[in-house]
């Protein structure tokens, strides 16, 4: 993501080959020289440049295609051609544009996918953001809490379920552990705590008002998916 990074410096001047993000493009460096492959507004998996996550996984498929011998023109028309959606990339990302109000499910379970989200919903006008998150058992309590304190700095309104994944904890000391995760950002958010994933997203789509975006961190993607096309559909019959 910077091409000034002393790592890609010393690699490239070894003669080595990077893939760096430069003035918009995404761009091959070779040795002494470089050369753009695409320019990222082009590349719809980056949402128009917006989610950098998204880049970086777009230079790491970039460089594998062109090491392994692909041309670059290929590559740029595969990278231009590849549309993000439930059936493409399942969970990753996945926006469902309803007449007014939009809904995003991505699988982000951790905190760095957290703050991934949180990089592209800064980029979003709503008239409100609803998060529908839950905790994973099986992480550290200040992982859960650092979680819940990001989610507390993106959304205004956030949904907590917990049906999934206990994984050696209670159902409470999860929840617990979200709560103080929301306290300590220091924001005033406000919650409501509904268990079953599937009822925290009708409820989320039937409340929306207009202008709204909702974003479902789901680690139960099918699901999730399957209840917001089902929502979708049905606006699109009665139209």
Excluded at 62 to 91: C, N
Excluded at 121 to 150: H, M, P, Q
Excluded at 207 to 235: P, R
């Amino acid at each position: 993501m910077n091409e000034n990074n002393p790592v890609i410096l010393e690699h490239c001047k070894k003669g080595g080959i990077a893939a760096i993000y430069e003035n918009g493009f995404i761009t091959i460096k070779k040795g002494d020289w470089k050369f753009r492959v695409q320019k990222v507004v082009n590349v719809p998996l980056t949402f128009g440049g917006r989610v950098s996550f998204m880049i970086q996984n777009v230079l790491a498929a970039t460089l594998a295609t062109y090491v392994y011998g692909f041309a670059t023109e290929d590559i740029a028309t595969s990278l231009e051609t590849f549309i993000p959606s439930a059936a493409q990339t399942p969970g990753r990302m996945n926006i469902f544009d309803f007449k007014k109000f939009k809904v995003l499910i991505d699988f982000a379970h951790n905190p760095a996918g957290y703050r991934g989200v949180e990089d592209y919903l800064s980029s979003v006008e709503a008239t409100k953001k609803i998060g529908i998150i839950a905790g994973v058992g099986d992480r550290r309590d200040e992982d859960i809490k650092e979680c819940a304190t990001i989610a507390a700095r993106m959304f205004d309104h956030i949904i907590i379920r917990q049906e999934k994944y206990l994984r050696g904890r209670t159902e409470d000391e999860i929840i617990n552990l979200i709560l103080e995760g929301i306290n300590a950002s220091g924001k005033s958010v406000t919650h409501e705590i509904i268990p079953k994933e599937t009822e925290a997203i009708k409820h989320a789509i039937n409340s929306a008002q207009e202008g709204s975006f909702i974003t479902a961190l789901s680690d139960v993607v099918t699901n999730a998916i399957e209840i917001v096309q089902e929502y979708l559909d049905k606006e699109n019959e009665d139209a």
